[in-house]
């Protein structure tokens, strides 16, 4: 009964036949920063779980509200303007302290009685009660960075100049924690290519507190091996220059240790910098390091080959876990590390067929068990080890695979997480539950479509903001076995049922190996089988990142829809290793990324050239990123498209990060076949259809580099191209006025190449 209302309610908003009252969609519809429209609504803004688990954080209109979770009361747990206030009595200009009042993102310590502010490159500390503003640091002339309070609110912790430094909120008193940081020695935060490809885009912080609050464990990371690599802003009179450590595919990669701070420690020796007659006396490491700090014994591992891909804490605060890779990412040691000092203990080495990436840290029980995610024979599970590293047992098994852990309830013994691929279910992603015995595997949400939850720490309840492909993020509050307790945000969006969309169909078409791709199909409103119709294809087809979900998608699936509008079919199919189907999906992209991904998109458009009303003569595909790599090598392998567009693109392996790279491509000097078959460069000659190469000018990531060396390669072939940069864009172009700019000129361009 609920299926089929669903699809009543669906019918409604996706009709076949468009009354006079819906209206195409524009341009300036989905990016013009004063006329674009909300299709996604106002989904209510979730700030996570107080401590007690009992109440959630929202904020509504400015203000931040600690909301009774059974009940949905609210009481206000900041009054802006009387934050406000007090921060102007601090020194604050008024404007400055209203927004940051009423700023979304404030940074509560665990007891949520205080909040810390960072602004002026200086730091801050707002008594919530006491309406009182004290500041922290006194240096406006260098920023803190990677600020965070201790787990006990005793502490801040921040990163200046690259050294370590905490200030205790009650004395106010500053202690430095490390000594050696420059410009090639960084302490407590991350190099660029650490961030991006191990610890995650966005998150630059290298330390991390003990629970109980005495120790810090941190990345040391010497730069001086690594090449820099020069990004220049033009639209300056005087150029302005950046200059970013980049290691390439085959450079050499920052050398990296783990150091143990304790934090209680009064140090002894005097900061030779401040008394340098003391200071030449002392032994070097002494004045380089301090005496608060002890660095983990790494000498079974070669500097230069060794990557620290996680670090974190036993649950006892006596040691450090920390997980070591080989460069190339052929094995993963977890090792633990005590404090008290000592050679570390190797709890176990994992392999795969291919590479292994670290996924997450250890989840310890009260026993000092520990739960543990990895990927070693094919699928993500969770498996269950005891203190010592030995394992007890595989708790999740099959051929689907874990998405996000959410942690163990040891009152109900039940495993929290969300998956895949159960049923076979690729599509959708839901909420589930196992017991620690490996039985019991019960899935707790019911709607088709993809479940983001937020549980509280003591896993008794969740948050679960849900959409699908036809319906923007609603926000609903179940129990733990799934009942729904009350519904937070149904998010209506009435536009919706005024605009002229059309349902995507979903549908799986098989490779050559018989392996079956989930595809997605949207046809032009008020379709005619017997016509025919050109093709936009849109890919990104890197590992293990499908794009054919059943969830709500923003401005670049309005996008489509407005070219589906105009007469486009849309078409979207994730390649095997890309299909996210278990990572022994995507083992196969192992030494040779771009050539099993062109045969399974051939495969696809095979499919397609068979249906009567698609116009094989008029297909084109666009993509962004390794979507940009493989819009482009794709156009050097087949004839197929008549048009393609490459954005952010990757022309050469050798050009992109050395991380990420050498994980599926080893080193250019251990693959040199591989590297220089899935070129773009070396098969630019090759080109076939009408390519048009977007890139941002100051692209950090993949750098502009690769744009000019492939204009400049299919130049000397004599080969026609179309090419637009975007200056002072980096890896996708956001800037309002530039991102309007971007989709009218590849509207344009496909209307007159489609």
């Given at each position: 009964?609920?299926?089929?209302?669903?699809?009543?309610?669906?019918?409604l908003l996706?009709?076949?036949?468009v009354?006079a009252?819906q209206?195409n969609?524009?341009?300036?519809?989905?990016?013009?920063?004063?006329?674009?429209?909300p299709?996604?609504?106002r989904?209510?803004?979730i700030r996570?779980?107080?401590?007690?688990g009992k109440s959630?954080?929202e904020?509504?209109?400015?203000?931040m509200?600690r909301?009774?979770?059974l009940?949905?009361?609210?009481?206000?747990l900041v009054?802006?303007?009387?934050?406000?206030d007090a921060l102007?009595?601090a020194?604050?200009?008024s404007a400055?302290?209203?927004?940051?009042a009423?700023?979304p993102?404030?940074?509560?310590?665990?007891?949520e009685?205080?909040?810390?502010v960072d602004f002026?490159?200086?730091?801050?500390l707002?008594n919530?009660?006491?309406n009182?503003?004290?500041?922290?640091?006194?240096?406006?002339?260098?920023e803190?960075?990677?600020s965070?309070?201790s787990?006990?609110s005793?502490y801040i912790?921040?990163v200046?100049?690259n050294?370590?430094?905490?200030?205790d909120?009650t004395?106010l008193?500053?202690?430095?924690i490390?000594?050696?940081?420059?410009?090639?020695?960084l302490n407590g935060i991350?190099?660029?290519v650490?961030?991006?490809?191990?610890?995650g885009?966005g998150n630059?912080?290298?330390?991390?507190?003990?629970p109980d609050s005495?120790h810090?464990?941190?990345?040391r990371t010497?730069?001086?091996?690594v090449?820099?690599?020069?990004i220049?802003?033009?639209?300056v009179?005087d150029?302005?220059v950046?200059?970013?450590d980049?290691?390439?595919?085959g450079?050499?990669?920052?050398i990296?240790?783990?150091?143990?701070a304790?934090?209680e420690k009064?140090?002894?020796l005097p900061?030779?910098?401040?008394?340098?007659?003391?200071?030449r006396?002392?032994?070097?490491?002494l004045v380089?390091?301090?005496d608060?700090v002890?660095?983990?014994d790494?000498?079974k591992y070669?500097?230069e080959?060794l990557l620290?891909?996680?670090v974190?804490?036993?649950?006892?605060?006596?040691?450090?876990?920390?997980?070591?890779?080989?460069?190339e990412?052929?094995?993963?040691?977890?090792n633990y590390?005590?404090v008290k000092?000592?050679?570390?203990?190797?709890?176990?080495?994992?392999r795969?067929?291919?590479?292994?990436?670290?996924?997450?840290?250890?989840d310890f029980l009260a026993?000092?068990?520990?739960a543990?995610?990895?990927?070693k024979?094919?699928f993500?599970?969770?498996y269950?080890?005891d203190r010592d590293?030995r394992?007890?047992?595989?708790?999740?098994d099959?051929r689907?695979?874990?998405?996000s852990?959410f942690g163990?309830n040891?009152g109900d013994g039940?495993?929290y997480f969300?998956a895949?691929g159960?049923d076979?279910?690729?599509?959708d992603t839901?909420?589930?539950?196992?017991?620690?015995?490996?039985?019991?595997?019960?899935r707790?949400?019911e709607?088709?479509g993809?479940?983001?939850?937020?549980?509280?720490k003591?896993?008794t309840h969740?948050?679960d903001?849900w959409s699908d492909?036809?319906t923007?993020?609603?926000?609903r509050?179940h129990?733990s076995d799934g009942?729904?307790?009350?519904?937070?945000d149904?998010?209506?969006?009435?536009?919706?049922a005024?605009?002229?969309?059309?349902?995507p169909?979903?549908?799986r078409i098989?490779?050559?190996d018989g392996?079956?791709m989930?595809a997605m199909?949207?046809k032009?409103p008020?379709?005619?089988?017997?016509?025919?119709?050109?093709?936009l294809s849109?890919t990104?087809?890197?590992?293990?990142?499908p794009?054919v979900?059943?969830q709500?998608?923003?401005?670049?699936?309005m996008w489509h829809?407005?070219?589906?509008q105009?007469g486009?079919?849309i078409w979207?199919i994730?390649?095997?290793?890309?299909s996210?189907k278990g990572?022994e999906?995507?083992?196969?992209?192992?030494k040779k990324?771009?050539?099993?991904?062109v045969?399974?998109?051939e495969?696809g458009?095979?499919y397609l050239?068979?249906l009567?009303?698609i116009d094989?003569?008029?297909?084109g595909m666009?993509?962004?990123s390794?979507?940009?790599?493989?819009?482009s090598?794709?156009m050097?392998?087949s004839?197929?498209?008549?048009?393609g567009?490459?954005g952010g693109?990757?022309?050469?392996?050798?050009?992109?990060?050395?991380?990420?790279t050498?994980?599926?491509?080893?080193?250019?000097?251990?693959?040199p076949d591989g590297y220089?078959?899935?070129s773009?460069l070396?098969?630019?000659s090759?080109l076939?259809g009408?390519?048009l190469i977007i890139?941002?000018?100051?692209d950090?990531n993949?750098?502009?580099?690769?744009?000019?060396m492939?204009a400049?390669e299919?130049q000397?072939?004599?080969?026609q191209f179309?090419?637009?940069?975007?200056p002072t864009q980096?890896?996708?172009?956001?800037?309002p006025?530039q991102?309007k700019?971007?989709?009218?000129m590849?509207t344009?361009?496909?209307?007159?190449?489609?």
């Amino acid at each position: 009964m609920k299926r089929i209302l669903s699809l009543l309610i669906a019918a409604l908003l996706f009709p076949s036949v468009v009354p006079a009252q819906q209206r195409n969609l524009s341009i300036d519809d989905i990016f013009d920063a004063q006329k674009r429209i909300p299709f996604s609504g106002r989904p209510a803004a979730i700030r996570g779980w107080t401590q007690d688990g009992k109440s959630y954080l929202e904020f509504v209109n400015g203000t931040m509200f600690r909301v009774d979770a059974l009940s949905g009361n609210r009481t206000s747990l900041v009054a802006s303007e009387q934050m406000a206030d007090a921060l102007i009595r601090a020194g604050f200009q008024s404007a400055d302290a209203k927004r940051i009042a009423g700023a979304p993102s404030q940074r509560f310590n665990i007891g949520e009685t205080s909040i810390l502010v960072d602004f002026y490159k200086d730091l801050w500390l707002y008594n919530i009660s006491e309406n009182k503003v004290s500041q922290l640091t006194k240096t406006p002339d260098k920023e803190e960075k990677e600020s965070d309070f201790s787990p006990d609110s005793r502490y801040i912790s921040f990163v200046r100049d690259n050294n370590l430094f905490v200030v205790d909120t009650t004395t106010l008193r500053e202690k430095q924690i490390t000594r050696d940081g420059d410009e090639k020695t960084l302490n407590g935060i991350l190099d660029w290519v650490y961030e991006e490809e191990l610890y995650g885009r966005g998150n630059k912080r290298g330390y991390w507190w003990s629970p109980d609050s005495s120790h810090i464990a941190f990345l040391r990371t010497d730069e001086s091996p690594v090449p820099k690599f020069i990004i220049p802003d033009d639209t300056v009179v005087d150029q302005r220059v950046e200059s970013w450590d980049y290691p390439q595919a085959g450079d050499p990669n920052p050398i990296v240790r783990v150091g143990i701070a304790n934090v209680e420690k009064v140090p002894v020796l005097p900061n030779p910098r401040k008394v340098p007659v003391v200071g030449r006396r002392l032994p070097s490491s002494l004045v380089r390091l301090g005496d608060v700090v002890r660095f983990i014994d790494l000498s079974k591992y070669t500097p230069e080959n060794l990557l620290i891909s996680r670090v974190a804490w036993s649950s006892d605060s006596r040691g450090v876990l920390f997980q070591a890779q080989d460069r190339e990412q052929t094995f993963l040691d977890l090792n633990y590390a005590p404090v008290k000092g000592g050679k570390p203990v190797l709890y176990f080495t994992e392999r795969t067929n291919a590479w292994t990436e670290a996924i997450d840290n250890p989840d310890f029980l009260a026993d000092g068990s520990f739960a543990w995610l990895s990927e070693k024979n094919g699928f993500k599970h969770l498996y269950h080890y005891d203190r010592d590293g030995r394992l007890i047992r595989q708790i999740t098994d099959g051929r689907w695979e874990i998405t996000s852990y959410f942690g163990i309830n040891e009152g109900d013994g039940f495993a929290y997480f969300t998956a895949i691929g159960v049923d076979d279910n690729w599509l959708d992603t839901h909420v589930y539950r196992i017991k620690l015995d490996g039985t019991g595997l019960q899935r707790l949400t019911e709607k088709a479509g993809t479940h983001r939850p937020q549980f509280n720490k003591q896993l008794t309840h969740f948050v679960d903001v849900w959409s699908d492909v036809d319906t923007p993020p609603q926000t609903r509050l179940h129990s733990s076995d799934g009942k729904l307790v009350r519904v937070i945000d149904e998010n209506p969006v009435s536009v919706l049922a005024q605009l002229n969309l059309q349902r995507p169909e979903f549908m799986r078409i098989k490779n050559r190996d018989g392996f079956e791709m989930e595809a997605m199909m949207i046809k032009p409103p008020n379709f005619d089988p017997s016509r025919k119709y050109p093709v936009l294809s849109y890919t990104y087809a890197g590992p293990h990142a499908p794009q054919v979900r059943n969830q709500w998608g923003g401005a670049r699936f309005m996008w489509h829809q407005m070219l589906a509008q105009r007469g486009y079919i849309i078409w979207i199919i994730d390649n095997k290793t890309a299909s996210g189907k278990g990572v022994e999906s995507t083992w196969p992209v192992y030494k040779k990324m771009g050539q099993t991904e062109v045969l399974d998109l051939e495969d696809g458009f095979s499919y397609l050239k068979s249906l009567p009303y698609i116009d094989s003569e008029r297909i084109g595909m666009w993509g962004w990123s390794y979507g940009g790599y493989i819009t482009s090598y794709f156009m050097t392998q087949s004839k197929t498209l008549k048009m393609g567009i490459a954005g952010g693109l990757v022309a050469d392996w050798s050009l992109y990060d050395s991380i990420y790279t050498e994980r599926y491509m080893l080193t250019p000097r251990n693959n040199p076949d591989g590297y220089a078959k899935g070129s773009v460069l070396k098969n630019a000659s090759n080109l076939s259809g009408r390519l048009l190469i977007i890139h941002g000018t100051m692209d950090e990531n993949v750098h502009m580099q690769n744009a000019i060396m492939l204009a400049h390669e299919l130049q000397k072939a004599g080969k026609q191209f179309d090419f637009m940069p975007y200056p002072t864009q980096r890896h996708g172009v956001v800037e309002p006025r530039q991102a309007k700019h971007m989709y009218t000129m590849m509207t344009e361009y496909i209307e007159r190449n489609l």
